[in-house]
């Protein structure tokens, strides 16, 4: 089965403990991309990745890190995580990297930074 | 990057159809149109997408207008299950460097029974 998969779906953690939420895909896509969501904020795109080894920003990567070190897998690091970071993260992929291709979410991670 | 423009909220009857209007009035050339929805507790899921002419699938149907500068998206007979938040966005297809995407707050849609 075709599948985005985020881990861990939910996590409590404290201030200043870096934390990795993983993101994998089975369908060999080339396109990324990390998300958040908060209420009232819609989603906002943090990082997407064009293909291996090809990342670059998007609209709120500040206290993001991320890596593209294998095409399925594009993990999320928050190296010292604040609360402002609490919030609903979604990863998504999409097969090539033209407009024409649809995009994959993952089921979500609920984030809560204490 | 080009932005769209939704309506916050929107409201329709069950089985009337509902016209979900997104204006992109800064779309380029190369920018596909797509739209997702997200219901409640769910990642978002994809709906539609097209470029220059109307796309039907069996969820959706889209309507681009002629200058592009503004799409909708049509569910012909809404039901309970298609209450969810509708999220029009641009995707660059070629010819530039930024694939950000932008998704923005969306539209919540409401279906009376």
């Known amino acids: 089965e075709a599948q985005v998969t985020q881990n861990p779906r939910y996590l409590i953690t404290v201030t200043g403990k870096k934390l990795t939420v993983t993101c994998s895909q089975n369908?060999?896509?080339?396109?990324m991309s990390w998300y958040r969501q908060d209420p009232g904020l819609g989603l906002r795109q943090i990082y997407y990745?064009?293909?291996?080894?090809?990342?670059d920003k998007g609209d709120v990567p500040e206290g993001y890190k991320v890596s593209r070190k294998e095409k399925r897998n594009f993990p999320l690091i928050l190296e010292s995580p604040s609360p402002n970071q609490t919030s609903l993260y979604f990863c998504?992929?999409?097969f090539g990297t033209g407009g024409h291709g649809e995009l994959f979410f993952g089921e979500g991670s609920r984030l809560t930074v204490l | 990057d080009a932005k769209t423009t939704q309506p916050n909220s929107m409201e329709s009857n069950e089985e009337e159809p509902v016209h979900l209007p997104c204006n992109h009035s800064?779309?380029?050339?190369?920018?596909?149109i797509h739209w997702y929805r997200q219901l409640p507790s769910q990642g978002p899921e994809y709906v539609i997408h097209?470029?220059?002419s109307n796309v039907n699938n069996r969820m959706a149907s889209l309507a681009i207008a002629e200058d592009r500068k503004s799409s909708t998206l049509i569910l012909h007979r809404a039901t309970l299950r298609d209450a969810a938040v509708y999220y029009c966005?641009?995707?660059?297809?070629?010819?530039?460097?930024?694939?950000?995407?932008?998704f923005g707050k969306g539209t919540l849609l409401t279906v009376n029974p």
């Open positions: 097209g470029l220059t």
């Open positions: 966005i641009l995707r660059l297809n070629s010819g530039g460097s930024n694939y950000k995407l932008t």
């Open positions: 990745s064009m293909n291996v080894e090809v990342t």
């Open positions: 998504a992929s999409s």
């Open positions: 369908m060999n896509h080339e396109y």
């Open positions: 800064t779309i380029s050339g190369t920018d596909y």
